[in-house]
């Protein structure tokens, strides 16, 4: 099983859109600035979440994203899932053909700990996330930070007029 940084920043920022979702659509730049992960290669995952259904896009001007089901309606293994990562710790992706195309010795191990893994994923919801006081004190840190930072912009524009 390898979780890799597209999956992990994947639900880094859908979960960001639930923490956010009562403030209409959010930009990618939003989230950018709050999580510290390029534009860039968010585009590339939101493009992922969009054909998986999990985020819709809003054009115009107040546009971004908005989650496409309510938060209790995704899970983190959908998310996952939805940036092709995988949850199969076997060496040969489940096949059973691991050791010279017949099935390993641990193979049914690692079999049953990605079948684990994912039901655990499945199981943790946007909205079981949103309500930890844990990710609410990380949010309300990185909300300040960004609004910290915007009055530093806005300083600064101000001492230059």
């Known amino acids: 099983?390898?979780?890799?940084?597209?999956g992990r920043?994947?639900?880094?920022a859908m979960l960001d859109l639930a923490l956010h979702e009562d403030q209409g659509p959010i930009t990618l730049a939003d989230i950018s600035m709050r999580q510290g992960v390029s534009i860039s290669y968010l585009e590339q995952l939101f493009a992922k979440l969009r054909?998986?259904?999990?985020?819709?896009?809003?054009r115009g001007p107040g546009g971004?994203?908005?989650?496409?089901?309510?938060?209790?309606a995704i899970s983190v293994a959908q998310i996952v899932?939805?940036?092709?990562?995988s949850m199969d710790a076997t060496r040969c992706l489940g096949k059973g053909d691991c050791q010279h195309g017949e099935v390993c010795l641990t193979h049914h191990l690692w079999s049953d700990l990605?079948?684990?893994?994912?039901?655990f994923l499945n199981d943790i919801t946007l909205a079981?996330?949103?309500?930890?006081?844990d990710i609410q004190r990380v949010r309300a840190r990185q909300d300040g930070r960004g609004c910290s930072a915007a009055a530093q912009v806005v300083s600064s524009l101000e001492r230059i007029i």
Do not use: F, H, I
């Open 64 to 72: 971004g994203y908005r989650l496409a089901g309510g938060p209790q």
């Open 1 to 6: 099983m390898r979780l890799t940084t597209k």
């Open 81 to 85: 899932e939805a940036v092709n990562d």
């Open 114 to 119: 990605s079948t684990r893994l994912r039901q």
């Open 9 to 12: 920043y994947a639900v880094t």
């Open 51 to 58: 054909r998986s259904k999990l985020v819709e896009s809003v």
């Open 128 to 133: 079981e996330l949103v309500s930890r006081e």
